[in-house]
């Protein structure tokens, strides 16, 4: 009986103890990849660096530089308008998709089987759709042809490039977005749906009035999933356009990997890199706040 109050802080030490072997794996990951790296970057930053030479310390000039840079300007330009129109087709064709599923099948086979872009890498689909979208041969262009309009430079014309990239990426990332959405749709309770019809609503005014209200903190995490990946835009333009033509997709991702492979400024393509990651992580606190991503209204 004596024993139980010393036994016991023995016992809380070593679950302790196992807690943090069980944990020192994921936190070597994370301090490995995360932490020294980002540290590092922010180090660099703050320097003149060739790869070939000693980083040597400059203070804020390729932060001041950067304010003077236009084409940092653009290719921030060119993201954003990359990110509206990906995220805007693509949450809008998710939403629609993941409701068909919901309410017309539960074959886990098609469920499966629009997940299929997905498993596909991102290089892969950027070379598919630029022989498919080929000026001359693409069968994207001799479709058009055969229906009488005109071929169009999907990927050539500064018009269409960061359309036409936008859209190769929905293609691949729709079924995933779609299932996440579609789990949402799982947490409904049917009860409310049973109340709804009840009372004489329709399909539009549930949809409106009660799925996407209570689909609030899945649409949250998924626009914060998309737009940050949609910030991150560089396989497809590295593929198809490498940022041309005359600067119409490059995207700021491509502008880093320019700066930091291509003209060996380390230090600068690190300041791009640290205001990149300034700006995701401010829209990412602010969609949390003004989607209110912990509240339901289903609670």
């Known amino acids: ?37 980002t540290l590092r970057g ?3 930053s703050l320097t003149d660096y060739d790869l070939l030479t000693a980083p040597e310390f400059t203070g804020l000039d390729n932060y ?9 300007w ?20 998710a939403i629609g998709l993941a409701v068909l599923i919901h309410r ?18 991102n290089v892969v689909v950027a070379m598919v759709w630029y022989w498919m979208a080929d000026y001359n041969l693409g069968i994207l262009n001799e479709t058009l042809a055969w229906a009488g309009i005109d071929r169009i430079g999907f990927f050539g014309d500064p018009d269409w490039a960061i359309p036409t990239i936008a859209l190769t990426n929905v293609w691949r990332h729709l079924g995933y977005t779609a299932l996440l959405i579609f789990a949402g749709l799982q ?38 999933l998309t737009v940050i990946g949609s910030w991150q835009i560089f396989d497809t333009v590295a593929v198809t356009t490498q940022g041309g033509p005359v600067d119409t997709t490059r995207v700021i991702q491509y502008y880093i990997y320019d700066q930091a492979f291509t003209r060996f400024d380390f230090g600068y393509a690190s300041a791009i890199a640290v205001v990149l990651f300034l700006i995701l992580a401010g829209v990412a606190l602010a969609q949390l706040k003004l989607m209110r991503a912990g509240e339901s209204d289903q609670s």
Do not use: C, K
């Open 187 to 224: 947490t409904i309770n049917r009860d409310v749906y049973e109340a709804a019809a009840i009372d004489g609503a329709g399909e539009v005014r549930i949809f409106f009035r009660i799925t996407l209200p209570l689909l609030r903190p899945v649409l949250a995490l998924v626009m914060i």
């Open 74 to 93: 653009n290719s921030l330009w060119v993201t954003l308008q990359y990110v509206v129109i990906n995220i805007g087709v693509q949450t809008v064709l």
């Open 42 to 44: 922010l180090h660099l």
């Open 64 to 72: 001041r530089r950067l304010v003077e840079d236009d084409v940092f």
């Open 1 to 37: 009986m004596s024993t139980a109050p010393t036994d016991a802080p023995r016992w809380r030490s070593r679950e302790t103890a196992v807690a943090y072997a069980f944990l020192a794996p994921a936190l070597l990951g994370f301090l490995t990849f995360y932490a020294w790296p």
């Open 104 to 121: 017309l099948t539960r074959s886990t086979v098609i469920r499966g089987m629009i997940l299929l872009p997905y498993l596909i890498s």
